[in-house]
């Protein structure tokens, strides 16, 4: 009687102990943390992650915005419009002879005026390949409440396109318990404010128009896209390493950038059903940025927010054994979707797949491409990988109206 009363007692102080262990809070979940940020200047746009930069190309007229035009322009100039502060500004490129002549215009106070606007000559950069930058150039006008003013480059390869990215952003560390991390806020919108938190829907998961948060989360002290460090300014950001252990944190920042601020939360929760569908892919969201992986998983718990999916990769093993690898260009219905508190939202994608074409004309040619159309609109890229190998491009025959072969070919990738 005794044995068994002692094996209880050690049983129960071994769960106490269990317990207890488990309650303790771990370093990452500090109930709050906070720090200061400073301006950190950018030396070329390959020092910052590519969701930063903002891409123009040419456009086929001049501006409608534009009243007046600089002095001398050559035949040769592009017309751009850039995306500065939401508003759409007019750039003119001028290169008479060659890109390492050329000169940039900017309206850089909004009025639609460029006749008495400073031109920016090209600077040889250091970036790979061999590329033009203008700048700093100053953005600044009058709103109705508030003053816009921001600084940028531009940077160009041989005129085809422009690239505009911040001049710098700020920059700082921020401790929670016995962990510190250094973090950053982007001007992400060109509107000199760092406060612009993101919003669903939008048109490009890529360009989401907002202002930009990141995080060192592996402590190799850089802000890395490949390492998902970097991501559009939400309600929360999530730290852990897995789902287990996962905290967040609500983020607040100072409008002119110069403070930085977690607080702990414990956010509502919804279910997202994917069907067990194996799916790597990540989730912008107006609360906080999410990574989906995982062969057997068949839900996930996310925070209620507004969501939406960058490009999927969905994986699929057939009767054979054989793994197939298969990468969308678009997403379908995940492009926007809801997750609400205590509910499921629930998408089927991946097969049985249709095959979707498109014909484009061009230069007196007739461009025929195809996807393969998910069961949720997502699409997927040609080319999909089974096992090690791409399968070869499909064959296909033209036919006239009568059943004759008249044509036949082979698709390329590319």
């Known amino acids: 009687m005794k044995k068994v009363i002692l094996i209880i007692a050690l049983v129960s102080a071994l ?13 990452e979940e500090a109930e709050e943390g906070q720090c ?10 390959e020092s ?3 969701l930063i930069r903002q891409y123009q190309f040419p456009i086929t007229k001049k501006p409608s915005q534009l009243k007046d035009l600089p002095e001398g322009l050559s035949a040769d100039c592009k017309y751009f419009i850039a995306k500065l502060a939401d508003k759409d500004v007019p750039v ?13 215009y900017v309206d850089t106070d909004g009025d639609g005026h460029l006749l008495n606007e400073k031109c920016y000559a090209a600077k040889p950069t250091e970036e790979r390949g061999v590329a033009y930058r203008y700048g700093p150039i100053l953005f600044e006008f009058d709103e109705a409440q508030s003053k816009v003013k921001t600084e940028f480059y531009v940077v160009t390869r041989r005129g085809r396109y422009l690239t505009f990215y911040p001049a710098g952003y700020q920059v700082g560390t921020i401790h929670l318990g016995k962990k510190s991390y250094k973090v950053a806020v982007i001007d992400g919108n060109f509107d000199g404010r760092y406060d612009k938190f993101f919003s669903p829907p939008v048109k ?12 060192d989360r592996n402590g190799d002290n850089k802000l890395s896209w490949n390492h998902l460090e970097v991501m ?21 920042i100072t409008a002119d950038g110069s403070s930085l601020e977690f ?3 414990e956010p509502e929760f919804g279910t997202l059903d994917l069907g067990g569908a194996h799916v790597q892919f990540q989730l912008w969201s107006d609360a906080a940025r999410q990574m989906l992986s995982g062969p057997h998983q068949k839900t996930w718990q996310l925070p209620a927010g507004k969501y939406i999916a960058s490009p999927i990769e969905f994986r699929h093993v057939d009767t054979s054994g054989y793994r197939w690898i298969f990468r969308s260009s678009e997403v379908g219905s995940l492009k926007d979707f809801e997750i609400k508190p205590g509910e499921t939202t629930a998408f089927r994608i991946g ?8 014909v484009q004309q061009r230069d007196g040619s007739a461009l025929i491409g195809f996807n393969l159309e998910g069961q949720a609109g997502e699409l997927y890229r040609p080319g999909a990988r089974k096992g090690r190998a791409t399968i070869p491009a499909p064959k296909f025959k033209i036919i006239d109206e009568a059943g004759k072969v008249i044509g036949s070919g082979q698709f390329e990738y590319g």
Request: glycine letters at 2%; aromatic letters at 10%; hydrophobic letters at 35%.
């Open 15 to 27: 769960v106490m102990v269990s317990t207890c262990a488990k309650r303790q809070p771990s370093v």
């Open 36 to 45: 200061t940020l400073e301006f950190t200047a950018v030396k070329s746009s």
């Open 48 to 50: 910052i992650p590519s």
């Open 92 to 104: 003119i490129l001028d290169s008479p002879e060659n890109i390492h002549d050329s000169v940039l």
């Open 204 to 215: 490009d998961f890529y360009r989401p128009q907002c202002d930009l948060f990141a995080i």
């Open 232 to 252: 559009p300014v939400s309600r929360m950001v999530r730290l852990g390493r897995s789902r287990y252990n996962t905290v967040y944190y609500n983020i607040s």
């Open 263 to 265: 607080k702990k939360v």
């Open 351 to 358: 097969p049985p797949f249709s095959i979707k074409t498109s």
